[in-house]
């Protein structure tokens, strides 16, 4: 591939960080002037509190090589913590690599987390100048994509008032919009998308589709596998900060389900390091009870179950609500059962115990299906694992019509009468 054909080279891209395995870590100032008072900064174990022999260092990319085309989608997939997220940042330059060196050709818009590229104190008019500005465009350029920017972003009576009192959703709509409409020749997208509403993500992956419609270049960071497939031409899975596959994006995803997600399973629920949340309760184990109250590694379409969460903590639980997301084997949204929704959130838990969820007729058809459990405790996230559980159905007669139902994902309970 010639220079004139690429949008973005990588080159044995490594980026390494240490973490520190005990002591105090210092951050803010309002943490660090405390500290200086009370010897814990500059004590014997070193400015920042870590002896040597306390810091693991760990490469979150490792010797990362491709290049992408002008005018190419390409999907970024992997698990959580793969080094997806940190291979934008280099691209974007919020952060050096360690080792290697990227080259961009052309004008960079990205949306990585929220809160990444505007200024809270300003309102989101003048973060779309500010925006803009940063980008190389002059005053009247941006003048003439305002009016498309606030339509697109829907938030238009909120436009002058400061960002910091934004919800995350208004956030993100604003955000894209502005990296979306600012003519950029790339694009980098990561998971921030799935904060917004589903037709707002909708909308916003339309409009990926019309810029590259328009000759520029696309980099889409997702767990959404359906989007992948349908936006991408292309697909990189990373795993443990490496390449492990480039080629189409429908034989990327199917190369991350098939040899990366199921590898999660290998190990129990319980031993899982790559989970979110405050700790104070861990979730254990995830059952299967059939319509007969039996133990099963599948159900049955149609049929009652019961699927159950094993929870464990140091303490009781106060305020507890429970729910977890169903998708399908192309990490397509399905539903999310949810106590809170039903109205049956738990004042108290005892420290230990078991979550059920009834289900009195399974609505799935035959195939695999993740589940992703989420434990709240008085609003705050205890513990969240992205693909918990593998839940295998089998087909099964739903409507006791002798047919089996397999035309769509999820099956409506429903019936039919003439009048």
């Not at 989101?124 to 925006?131: A, D, P, W």
């Not at 189409?248 to 899982?272: C, H, I, P, T, W």
């Not at 007729?361 to 992205?386: A, K």
């Amino acid at each position: 591939m010639t220079m004139s054909e690429s949008a973005i080279s990588i080159e044995n891209i490594s980026k390494q960080y240490f973490i520190g395995l005990s002591g105090p870590q210092y951050n803010l100032v309002r943490e660090v002037i405390p500290a200086i008072f009370k010897g814990g900064l500059f004590s014997k174990r070193g400015r920042t509190g870590l002896s040597k022999e306390d810091k693991e260092f760990i490469w979150a990319l490792k010797d990362v090589s491709f290049q992408i085309k002008r005018s190419e989608i390409v999907g970024i997939i992997g698990k959580n913590g793969a080094g997806k997220s940190t291979l934008l940042k280099i691209l974007t330059r919020i952060t050096e690599p360690t080792a290697g060196r990227a080259k961009i050709f052309g004008r960079v818009s990205s949306l990585l987390e929220v809160g990444t590229g505007f200024h809270e104190e300003l309102t989101g008019r003048e973060n779309i100048f500010l925006n803009g500005a940063i980008l190389g465009m002059k005053k009247d350029e941006i003048k003439r994509e305002f009016d498309n920017i606030v339509d697109f972003s829907g938030i238009s009576r909120f436009l002058d008032m400061p960002v910091k009192h934004y919800s995350s959703g208004m956030y993100v709509r604003l955000a894209f919009s502005v990296a979306a409409h600012l003519q950029p020749d790339i694009l980098l997208v990561d998971e921030v998308l799935s904060v917004g509403d589903a037709f707002f993500q909708k909308k916003c992956l339309g409009k990926m589709g019309d810029i590259s419609g328009q000759g520029r270049t696309i980099l889409f960071v997702s767990h959404n596998m359906q989007a992948v497939e349908s936006l991408c031409s292309r697909g990189i899975v990373i795993d443990g900060g490496r390449v492990a596959y480039d080629g189409s994006s429908a034989d990327a995803v199917s190369f991350y389900l098939k040899n990366l997600f199921m590898a999660d399973f290998s190990q129990s629920l319980k031993e899982r390091k790559d989970r979110k949340g405050n700790g104070s309760a861990r979730l254990t184990a995830i059952n299967f009870y059939n319509q007969d109250g039996i133990k099963s590694d599948s159900l049955k379409s149609g049929e009652k179950c019961c699927i159950e969460f094993e929870y464990e903590a140091g303490q009781e639980l106060r305020n507890v609500s429970f729910a977890f997301t169903v998708r399908d084997s192309i990490s397509q949204y399905l539903f999310r059962p949810s106590s809170e929704d039903t109205g049956q959130d738990f004042k108290s838990l005892p420290n230990r115990g078991r979550l059920r969820c009834i289900i009195p007729r399974l609505p799935l058809v035959s195939g695999q299906y993740r589940i992703t459990p989420r434990l709240v405790c008085s609003g705050i996230v205890e513990d969240y694992v992205e693909g918990a559980a593998i839940l295998t159905v089998e087909g099964g007669d739903f409507f006791g019509s002798g047919k089996m139902n397999s035309h769509s994902p999820v099956i409506l309970d429903h019936s039919w009468e003439a009048i």
